[in-house]
């Protein structure tokens, strides 16, 4: 089953309409408990989203920030995915740093990974072999149909089922990095892509309509996973596929 598509005519309406549908959700799930939990993804798409969210007010004070991956990098880097949320998102909305579960990609590439599980596994008060259901995870997908830092050819990743984050060297950005796994991704109560621009069209293309082979289309994992999955597309990303 492939996720729900809605396409918008460029970057920013598109940015809009995906962070209003990840702050209804949020509120949603705050309805009948006291917390809820967002994942976002990291890249230059998400920006405008962050920013779009920064407009419409929301009470983050019930909300807890995590991040899909993260290149293992300080803080202050510009590669660094907590920049990026944290000079659009979280210091702009004022979300409590308690509140933000980030990568700390200062350390090695090991102790990150494990740092970043044990944050996890506390928060979630996970039991051996447990999954955490994130309330909203958002992901994108790059022009090679990576999401997270999952890439094309990285079957021991793509295909582990047991993992909820680890330490990952990406031959192809040749870098380090730390990404959920799989199972996480799937067990999201609800899932959001943002994507936009035309280079990502053939990527959209293969992940929706493409030869179900997720060691070379990874956003195929999720993308085809269920109908709790929405795909925000501006019309250039999704020329292949209205």
């Not at 990568?103 to 990150?112: D, K, S």
């Not at 494990?114 to 790059?142: C, N, R, S, W």
Request: proline content about 6%; aromatic content about 8%.
């Amino acid at each position: 089953m492939s996720a729900v598509k809605h396409i918008y005519e460029d970057p920013a309406s598109t940015a809009e309409a995906c962070a209003e549908r990840v702050l209804n959700l949020l509120d949603a799930a705050l309805v009948d408990k006291p917390l809820a939990t967002l994942a976002v993804s990291g890249g230059s798409t998400p920006k405008l989203m962050f920013e779009k969210m920064v407009g419409m007010k929301f009470d983050w004070s019930r909300v807890h920030l995590f991040f899909v991956d993260e290149r293992v990098v300080p803080p202050t880097d510009d590669l660094s995915n907590f920049k990026l949320a944290n000079e659009n998102l979280i210091s702009p909305a004022k979300i409590p740093a308690a509140n933000v579960h980030r990568v700390q990609g200062e350390l090695t590439p090991e102790e990150a990974g494990a740092a970043y599980l044990k944050d996890i596994q506390g928060f979630f008060q996970l039991v051996e072999g447990q999954m955490p259901a994130f309330d909203v995870i958002h992901l994108g997908t790059g022009p090679d149909a990576h999401t997270a830092s999952l890439f094309p050819g990285d079957s021991r990743l793509i295909e582990d089922r047991d993992g909820v984050a680890t330490a990952t060297y990406s031959e192809s950005k040749k870098n380090w990095r730390v990404t959920l796994l799989p199972s996480v991704l799937l067990a999201a109560r609800n899932t959001v892509f943002l994507v936009t621009g035309a280079d990502k069209a053939e990527a959209i293309h293969s992940v929706l309509e493409g030869d179900y082979n997720p060691n070379r289309y990874p956003a195929q994992l999720v993308a085809r996973s269920g109908a709790k999955v929405e795909l925000f597309l501006d019309r250039a990303a999704a020329r292949l596929v209205e």
